[in-house]
């Protein structure tokens, strides 16, 4: 499985974010608790993309390797993005 390919997929993040969604609304939250949270994952998931797409064309050219970690907070409503550009 290319894992790359499927972690800048749009269909992968859109089915993750709705699915996380649906839960979030399942377990009796309100429906603006569950967009905002979608947004998160879709906003994250655009930098994600972005910033993979970018590294293999870097790497392709030989010039900089990027290397880029997210971490989802649900608790705390919170998404943190590392990334170290070497």
Known sequence: MDWKKKLTSRKLWVAVA???GMLIVAFGYAESVATQITA????????????????LAD???????VVTEAKVDPAADAVEIKTEIE
């Open 18 to 20: 709705d699915f996380i």
């Open 40 to 55: 998160l994952i879709m906003a994250g998931a655009g930098v994600i993309g972005y910033l993979v797409a970018e590294g």
């Open 59 to 65: 790497y392709a050219n030989g010039t900089t390797t």
